[in-house]
């Protein structure tokens, strides 16, 4: 079973920037599909971003489009969040997934994922 471990997380005034990395604890480029989801209190979890193996195929929430961009150093075992301009309503905690589904799929739904890490926090004060 892949081990997830996030990074990266911390407090940022807005307009400001954070890199998220999620380390995995065996090869990934083979075999996920990876993505990021959030969960701010009293929300439920949040589709932000998701992977193909190879990394040439991405897809991103309407809320984070042209802010955030994924992406996957496959050579490290690493994914990356990086996340730009960002707004005091991106606070949450951040959380690394990974589904051996279906390669050519990027799914939305935390139900399609089936390994998670235990989150990073992200708090944007304004």
């Known amino acids: 079973q892949v081990q997830l471990v996030e990074s990266g997380g911390g407090l940022v005034q807005a307009g400001g920037s954070l890199r998220l990395s999620c380390t995995t604890s065996e090869r990934t480029s083979t075999r996920y599909v990876m993505a990021w989801f959030r969960q701010a209190p009293g929300n439920e979890r949040e589709f932000v971003a998701a992977?193909?193996?190879?990394?040439?195929?991405?897809i991103h929430a309407n809320s984070v489009k042209g802010r955030f961009t994924i992406s996957r150093d496959n050579t490290k075992n690493t994914v990356y969040l990086q996340m730009n301009s960002l707004k005091p309503e991106d606070t949450a905690v951040y959380y690394c997934a990974a589904s051996n589904g279906s390669p050519g799929y990027l799914g939305r739904a935390s139900s399609e994922y089936a390994y998670w890490g235990q989150g990073t926090q992200v708090t944007v004060s304004s």
């Open positions: 992977i193909s193996l190879s990394g040439g195929y991405t």
